[in-house]
């Protein structure tokens, strides 16, 4: 049986992410000798000719300290190693935030939570810098987002630091959805237990240092001076939602951080092309008035509800009896795998040079989720959507499908079938004396139109037919 490069797509895909989704509890490890190791699978590139995809990694350490890395390739597996020695104590959980960009896999739950524990090493010295942002020594507050974007239903960590004012109390407020733009993308932020994809909990709000938590405005503690209040009203800064951290008197003036993990809505269609951004502020105060705060710190980020999908093109049968005149069944298939819905599908079919150029094409049928409608030859003031075009001088047939709407995994409750499609059509070989060669090369080129009309970039999809069944030997690709 012949297996076709992109036939295996999805089977590759659907592999890659049970894959994941089971290995991910054993990939992400620590050491006594002070190494955390996090292993990585490889991916495919959403788009081959240009951009290579890649990882970062962000742990938290178990005792308040996280790591960010840089880009991380993901051509090849490998395992990526943080080296990490200090004193972690007994009954502490590190957590580690896998993302994956420019790649067409389903991202599995990224987070993954183990315990560690080391008491053969020195406790880490004191922070007196922002991690990884030495440029913000002299400042109070700052927020470090695993990604500078979100995608819906993919969850994200944010290191929220803060450097407090001593000999005083403090209030650390945090600040997320914007009323403006992007709006309520984020779910509230409450004390329950998250489930990550090992079958551990955790919680949306790890603390290192006993700051008090107060999870939205109405619960604030009474008695607070007004001009506080006024700071901590989320109106007055844009925003819809905030979390606020109290820390007493008697704090040191080193770094604390704070780690959150923010999960935007699984349907987030319409936020797409927006932004959205977070803010934090640090506050001085006693029981009768404001005594100092920092500006307002914005983090803004863009969000990104890109449709993401596997194409392929099935040209049959693997090899032909005779060369001439003979009939080419074509199958193009397409899923829609990424959060955003596409709109509508274009496909460009490059024919090889031994096909005979059609002047029309008969009985050309779209399908979706059971259901059958036919593709028009195009003209002025045609009707239906679904339409192809012929490009006799390039050798080129474009198949159009504007505004068949397929969902995005966004939309929880919409079935696999729902997401996916194909476009069936009949050719034939040219008739004797051709001519036409032994291997007839089809290359398709699927481009998803997201909901702003904006496209991506197309994917290719590629087989082969043999037209001589007789002789020996494969095609190469």
Known sequence: MRIKKNSAVYFVIFLFTLIHLKAFPQSFKYSTSGNFTVDLDTIRSYDENKTSPYYTVFIETGDGRYFKSDHIDATIARTFYYSYNHQINA??????????????TPRPPRNV????????????SPQTEFTNNPSLSYSRVNIDPCVDWVVAGDTMTVALSYKPYTASDNIIAFFYNKTEAAGDIFSIINNKDLDFNDGKHTKSIRIHNRETIYYDESSLPTGLPQDVLNLLTVANHGYTNAVYFFSDG????????????????????????????????????????????TQLLVKDLRVDLVARDPNGIDAGPECLNSPFDQKIPIKIFFR???????????????????????????????????????????????????YYQLDKNRNKITFSLIGVNLPGTARKKVRISGRMGFIKCMLYTKKSPGPVDNCLPFNVWITFKNTNGQPNRPIPGHDTVRSNCIIAGGCKR
Do not use: M
Request: hydrophobic letters at 35%.
């Open 91 to 104: 009954g502490s959980k590190a957590i580690a935030t896998i993302s994956s960009y420019y790649d067409t």
């Open 113 to 124: 939570s183990i315990s560690v524990r080391n008491e053969n090493s020195d406790p880490a």
């Open 250 to 293: 008697n704090s040191d003036e080193f770094v604390k951080n704070i780690f959150l993990t923010l999960a935007p809505f699984k349907s987030g269609e319409r936020y797409q092309g927006n932004s959205t951004s977070l803010a934090a502020l640090l506050i001085k105060y006693n029981n009768t008035e404001l005594l100092d705060q």
């Open 336 to 386: 829609n795998d990424g959060t955003g819905d596409a709109k509508d599908v274009i496909a460009d079919l490059q024919l090889p040079k031994g096909i005979a150029f059609p002047s029309e094409l008969n009985n050309v049928v779209f399908y979706k989720d059971g259901s059958s409608y036919p593709v028009s030859k195009w003209a002025f003031g045609i009707k239906n959507p679904y």
